[in-house]
């Protein structure tokens, strides 16, 4: 079972840890339990309050980001998927955790 630590910003099995970037943390957080998030809706967590019309690059970065978190959760097998015109989600929901930092990595 993976789970999502989201205070930690870690996605563990238990076995294997992965450290998230805050924006990367913030897109899994509207990810993790299988909803599809828009790319506004991403935006928006990333971005905060701040209209995204107002970052001309706004669009490329969430590319990156999302690039750099799909190259994390593919150590436990798991991918975003791009829903066509709509968003994303992961091919395999997460178990939202909180956890103690020695159970991190059991």
């Known amino acids: 079972m993976v789970v999502w630590e989201p205070v930690c910003r870690v996605v563990t099995d238990g076995k294997d840890a992965r450290h998230l970037s805050l924006s990367e943390a913030r897109i899994l957080d509207k990810i993790y339990d299988g909803r599809v998030g828009t790319r506004e809706e991403l935006l928006n967590a990333v971005y905060g309050h701040k209209p995204y019309a107002d970052w001309p690059n706004a669009g490329t970065s969430l590319d990156v980001i999302l690039h750099k978190l799909r190259r994390k ?3 436990f097998k798991i991918s975003t998927i791009n829903v066509r015109e709509t968003g994303w989600h992961l091919s395999q929901p997460l178990e939202r955790k909180h956890l103690a930092p020695a ?4």
Do not use: F, R
């Open 73 to 75: 959760l593919s150590a």
């Open 103 to 106: 159970e991190i990595l059991t």
